[in-house]
């Protein structure tokens, strides 16, 4: 099948979704064998090229100081959306709600294709995040949740997720399609793990605390630092690692300047680099993770495939599948409760590595298997399609305002064509005219009576001798030769009519 991936972040943009779609083109390319293109916003001066799928970067807008690190896409981008076209894509599958929904629908009108929305994040705390609270928020909201009604099948990565779409105002079906890890299920090592995390203060004994993500409040960074503080105050000895950046970085690593226990808080920053984050999750005791944003939490299943088990809060999305002591932990949304967890856990070494094995054992999806399953549902959409088994939704107003729009843009790119396609014919028609013109004279000179052509030559070598005499000769001698000439085509040209 031919299938068409479309988010709104993509390297050099890093984040959960765009990690998403690069293991979903890997995998539907190299594994599967299937021909997949990914369309995403355009960064200045990134490098679309090397990967095993073709990437088709459009347009975007600078908005990075509204939405931090972040472009947003010009989904009218007619050029990009007709190559999307022109691959034919079975599926379109969207993975953000924004320009890429609006993107997909466009290329829907222009190819027939469903479209297959993954709703991954909780976008309404970006959106606040944005714009604040308040009429803007909401109707931006209600914006979002249109556009994913009116896709053909709509995916989350959890029953969280899905009762959080809910919320928002969505009232259609949903499936949960699980996302995976690319981790490889095992730990690394002891000489990796030494090579990775040895320039570190990390003391054999003593219990190593871990953070992966991006550094951003709402991901509870504020919960796992007072508790670290609560931590020190009962004399309690750890290592709390947070790797990652993020908006949020500057004022975390002052609040633990404030509480005074930097020598026992490391921040990294950010490592891309997978097997470094394999090291740091099989060297930590437990995974601190009490975010209630998350939808999935892929780095609670990174630290399962590491054997490492996690604290989440009880309720969240993340928290799915996790049974409290067997597989992993659940507290309260408050420092205070995971204080009292960590506490208790700091000197039972065995009993969190049996946890985190419970994890692996347990938890741990890999991404070939959840895209495997992807695969096969896209074949189902794909015949429902054939057969006309899958109810086409009807045509909004947004629909045809797009639809219009995108002819639009399409003429107007048509408009734009038209100097380029007016130089070509005329290149191409001059070039022509050349080459009659030679054609032409060249047939003239054959027609001239031998004695005109005779004359011609020797006018002209008579010309080219002149121009050689001294100098002092050379403005007389070009007087006679045109003088002799015009006198010789006088002449035979009388000849000519007379003939």
Known sequence: MNICLLNDSFPPVIDGVANVVMNYGKILSEDIGAKVVVGTPRYPDANYEGYPYKVIPYSSLDTTEIVRGYRAGNPLAMREVMQ???????????????????????????????????????????????????????ETIKAMVKNIAVCDEVWVVSEGAGENLRSLGYEGDYRVVSNGVDFQKGKVSDEKVKEVTGEYDLPDGVPVFLFVGRMMKYKGLPIIIDAMNMLSKDGIDYRMVFIGGGADAEEMQEKVKEYGIESKVIFVGPVHNREMLRAWNTRADLFLF??????????V???????????????????????????????????????????????????????????????????????????????????MVADGTLARRKKQSMDYLLESASMIVKGTDHIFDIPRNIYGGMKENFTDFKEDMRLEFEEFKESLPEGVREFSENAKEFTENAKKNVKDNVKKGMEFAGKSVKEGLDLSINGMKMD
């Open 84 to 138: 999307m076209a022109e691959f034919g894509p079975d599926i379109i599958h969207t993975h953000c709600p924004a320009s890429s929904t609006i993107m997909a629908r466009i290329l829907q009108n222009e190819t027939g294709a469903p479209i297959v929305f993954t709703y991954h994040t909780k976008f309404d705390v970006d959106i606040a995040r944005a714009v604040g609270e308040g009429f803007l928020k909401k």
């Open 290 to 299: 009490p975010s209630v944003y998350d939808t999935n939490g892929i780095v």
């Open 301 to 383: 299943r990174e630290a399962a495939a590491c054997g490492l088990g996690s604290v989440l809060i009880k309720g969240s999305c993340a928290a799915e599948g996790i049974t409290d002591g067997r597989n992993g932990y659940l507290i309260e949304e408050t420092a205070e409760s995971m204080a009292a967890l960590l506490k208790e856990l700091s000197d039972k070494h065995d009993t969190m590595k049996d946890v985190g094995q419970h994890a692996m054992d347990e938890i741990y999806i890999s991404w070939e298997d959840a895209v495997h399953d992807a695969y096969e549902r896209y074949g189902v959409i794909r015949d």
